[in-house]
């Protein structure tokens, strides 16, 4: 069974510093990856994603995320945050095992706040 | 394109009382999912379908039952509703199971 740990629950940050929000996961198959961001009072949206190809994925506001799959994580950073990304934060899992019925399986988020 | 779209947004309840939580999207999605999240738990999985006409269970179904009988809508029910349901519900779809899901802007549930 597939399953998604975020280190930090929530992570204060300056403006202008850099971020980094930790995920580790575990899974027995190999594995596609997501960050979802969810800003207050609306819905999840892709933050982005690793299905296959290069390690280093770079998504949408700036952000980027590593596959390590040696230490089974999947990093998201930032290298100068603003305000405005002032949001909870989610790690999901969906592993390829099964036929075609894969799942996401999400972290219990990550709280970002980004202070001036 | 509204993507994906839920009614109602809020509602309250009272123990016992039945309701049903509608989930509309416009993508021609085959996969779509009811999720619950409460504090510090993140989102969990109660029901999802892979196709019009089928249902399945996810990790948390108990209380819930679910229908897709149009590709398009997924129907989310309470039959009698208890204090533990009190959360928020989002509805998702995707295109496969492994591919991207667009989340609906949710729906706030208070069970009194």
């Known amino acids: 069974a597939q399953s998604v740990t975020q280190l930090d629950s929530q992570v204060p940050v300056f403006e202008e510093a850099p971020v980094e929000l930790r995920c580790n996961y575990s899974s027995s198959v190999s594995v596609y990856l997501f960050w979802y961001v969810q800003y207050p009072n609306q819905g999840l949206q892709l933050l982005l994603k690793?299905?296959?190809?290069?390690?280093l994925v770079k998504g949408i506001n700036g952000f980027e995320a590593e596959f390590n799959k040696s230490q089974t994580s999947f990093h998201l950073r930032k290298p100068s945050v603003h305000i405005s990304d002032t949001a909870e934060y989610f790690c999901?899992?969906?592993?390829?095992?099964?036929?075609?019925?894969?799942?996401?399986?999400f972290g219990k988020g990550t709280l970002l706040t980004v202070n001036p | 394109n509204a993507g994906v779209t839920q009614t109602p947004k809020f509602r309250v309840l009272k123990t016992g009382q039945s309701m049903t939580l509608l989930c509309a999207q416009d993508m021609n999605h085959e996969y779509m999912y009811w999720y619950r999240q409460d504090p510090g738990m993140g989102l969990r999985l109660i029901h999802y379908s892979v196709g019009e006409g089928t249902t399945a269970k996810g990790e948390v179904p108990d209380g819930y039952n679910v229908s897709r009988l149009k590709k398009q809508n997924f129907l989310l029910g309470l039959e009698s509703a208890a204090p533990s349901q009190t959360s928020v519900y989002f509805c998702?779809?995707?295109?496969?199971?492994?591919?991207?899901?667009?989340f609906g802007p949710g729906t706030r549930l208070t069970v009194l």
């Open positions: 998702a779809s995707s295109y496969s199971g492994a591919d991207t899901q667009y």
């Open positions: 690793y299905l296959s190809g290069s390690t």
């Open positions: 999901a899992v969906s592993d390829l095992a099964g036929g075609s019925n894969y799942k996401l399986t």
